[in-house]
């Protein structure tokens, strides 16, 4: 049974325009949620994370939401660039800085 | 600068011969781990291990042995691999456990088992 979900395999959006991934858990042990980007032949590169103690954390372009009524996360990029196009993956932990549990990967497009 | 470096990167080999990958990080992270990348499936973890000589289970340790004799290296051995265990490794190390810290990456081991 797949604990983390990211249901679009795939997400294309145009430049400037804002980007969103979901991401859901089945888990409600989870308390640390991470965001992954991987480009080909690269390992993958942390983007950003939140605790679930927090509902919304920020770095730049980058906001993730946590909603854990609905055991739901999101990735919201904006604005969106072209260096964006990635394999983004969401995780999800029990114990912060231990076993990841990633979900499969959606691949965003961005077209200029 | 901070590393975690895997070797080799690519490896072609034939069913049942033994190899090893390996995996050291320059950062003094306690925490260090495996996992396989297929395509559907995302990234599962294959093995972790907390601490010098403390190694466990993920979700994927059919096949696979580790073994963390020094806090820097992690390597995984596949005894007898199998057309199956052809895939895209990826090496993962925290600096500390209970901690709200993010894993870094090593930058893959593509193996493909003929």
């Known amino acids: 049974d797949q604990q983390v979900k990211q249901n679009s395999p795939s997400l294309s959006v145009q430049e400037g325009r804002i980007s969103i991934l979901n991401c859901d858990y089945t888990?409600?042990?989870?308390?640390?949620f991470l965001w992954y980007k991987k480009y080909p032949a690269e390992g993958p590169t942390f983007l950003i994370s939140?605790?679930?103690?927090?509902d919304k954390n920020e770095d730049g372009r980058f906001t993730v939401f946590l909603n854990k009524s609905a055991k739901h996360l999101s990735l919201h990029i904006v604005p969106s660039q072209p260096g964006d196009s990635a394999v983004y993956f969401c995780?999800?932990?029990?114990?912060?800085?231990?076993?990841?549990?990633f979900g499969k990967g959606t691949t965003l497009s961005v077209s200029s | 600068e901070a590393q975690v470096t895997q070797n080799p990167r690519y490896l072609i080999t034939v069913t049942g011969k033994k190899l090893t990958v390996t995996c050291s990080q320059n950062?003094?992270?306690?925490?260090m781990s495996w996992y396989r990348q297929d395509p559907g499936l995302g990234l599962r973890q294959i093995y972790y291990?907390?601490?010098?000589?403390?190694?466990d289970k993920g979700d994927v340790p059919e096949g696979y042995k580790v073994s963390r004799k020094e806090k820097r290296n992690f390597p995984l051995i596949l005894e007898s691999p199998s057309p199956n265990q052809t895939s895209l490794y990826f090496c993962?190390?925290?600096?500390?456990?209970?901690?709200?810290?993010?894993?870094?990456f090593g930058q893959g081991t593509r193996l493909t088992v003929v």
């Open positions: 993962a190390t925290v600096p500390r456990t209970g901690g709200n810290t993010e894993a870094f």
């Open positions: 950062m003094n992270h306690e925490y």
């Open positions: 888990n409600s042990m989870f308390d640390y």
């Open positions: 291990s907390m601490n010098v000589e403390v190694t």
């Open positions: 995780a999800a932990s029990i114990q912060a800085g231990t076993a990841l549990i």
């Open positions: 939140i605790s679930s103690i927090k």
